[in-house]
């Protein structure tokens, strides 16, 4: 199994700042990953496919980069309603694997 | 729009069978895509449990592997999840979701909680 980890398992960033989630996984994914979020509640939420694109709706302040093994999801300009938990997951085998997931938290 | 939605037992006991539904609307399973299982743990670890495809064809997590059923019914555009001997590791908020044709998940209901406790 291809394991995923989110090194940082909390984040705290300033309303209006920047932050960057990082999933590295076990083994190399040829960008074959998304990221969700998720808020307490509600089901995980697609945010970026396929390492970098977007999903129709998905604020332009979240881009996703990356290649490899190691990936990363930014945001910029931190708004209140960004505050949930963020996590990767790999589709480039089975079975497909979810990191830990970071919560992002408002200083 | 597609829409997903749980339903089963909410509280199973320790070595009985863990039985849900997924019931989707506004699509076809047997039209394209896969048809998955997801749980998430208390603490919120996410495990993908395994799908069965518009063909009916089914892939497991193999940890679950000796498990697991996912079957379908077609008429009612309905699919499911079956988990024997369940433990109380099997605690969790199941999920089905609904990939793209790529394997992440788009479409998810919104989950149901089910507690194996004797």
């Known amino acids: 199994d291809i394991q995923m980890t989110q090194s940082s398992s909390y984040l705290s960033v300033s309303l209006g700042g920047r932050v960057t989630i990082t999933c590295k996984a076990s083994?190399?994914?040829?960008?074959?990953l998304a990221w969700y979020q998720q808020k307490p509640g509600n089901a995980p939420r697609l945010l970026i496919s396929?390492?970098?694109s977007l999903e129709t709706g998905v604020p332009s302040r979240f881009s996703g980069s990356g290649s490899g093994k190691d990936y990363t999801l930014s945001i910029t300009s931190l708004q209140t309603e960004d505050v949930a938990t963020y996590y990767c997951q790999q589709y480039w085998s089975t079975p497909y694997t979810f990191g830990g997931g970071t919560k992002l938290e408002i200083k | 729009d597609v829409q997903l939605q749980e339903s089963g037992p909410g509280l199973v006991k320790p070595s009985q069978s863990l039985s849900l539904t997924c019931t989707v609307t506004g699509y076809s399973i047997t039209s394209d895509y896969a048809w998955n299982w997801i749980r998430q743990f208390p603490g919120n670890k996410l495990e993908w449990m395994g799908y069965i495809s518009y063909s009916g064809s089914t892939s497991y997590n193999p940890s679950l592997k000796s498990r697991i059923s996912i079957t379908r019914d077609t008429s009612k555009n309905q699919f499911f999840l079956q988990l024997n001997s369940v433990t109380t590791e099997d605690t969790a908020t199941y999920y089905c979701?609904?990939?793209?044709?790529?394997?992440?998940?788009?479409?998810w209901g919104q989950g149901t909680l089910v507690t194996v406790s004797a």
């Open positions: 979701a609904r990939t793209v044709g790529t394997p992440w998940f788009a479409y």
């Open positions: 083994d190399h994914i040829n960008n074959w």
């Open positions: 396929g390492a970098t």
